[in-house]
């Protein structure tokens, strides 16, 4: 069974850090596209970050030279280093799987980041 476990969000002041990790069971990690989402209050979720097995990375421009994904395929962990953080990221945070094979892409119950000002 599919499991994605997110930790590490929380409250942070507007110009700080938080490191996300994303464990990872019962998927073929080491050839899966790993991704995070994030969905705020009556907004429509939104991706943050990809890393392809090949570790090629894509980022929005909201986030780039901010955020950067990285992936620990012998750890099954995928992670998401945010810094200059502003109030804008302030959300829930999800953690994907997509197998690049094809099938279901799975998610994970996410964790909420919230940046004051």
């Known amino acids: 069974q599919a499991r994605l476990v997110e930790s590490g969000g929380g409250l942070v002041q507007a110009g700080g850090s938080l490191r996300l990790s994303c464990v990872a069971s019962g998927i073929a990690f080491s050839i899966s596209t790993m991704g995070w989402y994030r969905q705020a209050p009556g907004e429509r979720r939104e991706l943050v970050a990809t890393i392809t097995t090949t570790r090629t990375t894509n980022y929005p421009d909201s986030v780039k030279g901010r955020f950067t994904i990285s992936r620990d395929n012998a750890e099954n962990t995928v992670y998401l280093q945010m810094n200059s953080l502003i109030p804008g990221d302030t959300a829930v945070y999800y953690c994907?799987?997509?197998?690049?094979?094809?099938?279901?892409?799975?998610w994970g119950q996410g964790t909420q980041v919230t940046v004051s000002s």
């Open positions: 994907s799987a997509k197998n690049e094979l094809g099938g279901l892409t799975y």
